[in-house]
Nanobody, 115 residues
Framework: QVRLVERGGDSVQSGGSLRLACVAS????????MNWYRQAPEKEREYVAS???????NYTDSVKARFTISRDNVRNTVYLQMDSLKPEDTAVYYC?????????WGRGTQVIVSS
């Protein structure tokens, strides 16, 4: 069974940094693209970043040059380094993988950025 567990969320001031981590189990991690999404209060969940099995990365425009996604295939972990955080980055951040044509999600980790 695929399981995703996020950690690293916290409350920080504007301009600060956080590093989120998502540990995956139940799949051959190195073979799958991994994604980060976020959901702000009263808003729909939105795509943030992704990393392919080969290590290619993509980002939504609002986080480019501030966030960095990476992966450690030994630790079955995907990371999201978030720098220059803004209040509009406040959200619950979710890890995601598509496995056997099904979306799997973690429970999320809360990030709060105060001005």
């Amino acid at each position: 069974q695929v399981r995703l567990v996020e950690r690293g969320g916290d409350s920080v001031q504007s301009g600060g940094s956080l590093r989120l981590a998502c540990v995956a189990s139940g799949l051959n991690f190195r073979l799958f693209a991994m994604n980060w999404y976020r959901q702000a209060p009263e808003k729909e969940r939105e795509y943030v970043a992704s990393i392919s099995a080969a290590g290619s990365t993509n980002y939504t425009d609002s986080v480019k040059a501030r966030f960095t996604i990476s992966r450690d295939n030994v630790r079955n972990t995907v990371y999201l380094q978030m720098d220059s955080l803004k209040p509009e980055d406040t959200a619950v951040y979710y890890c995601n993988v598509v496995y056997a044509n099904r979306n799997y999600w973690g429970r999320g980790t809360q990030v709060i950025v105060s001005s």
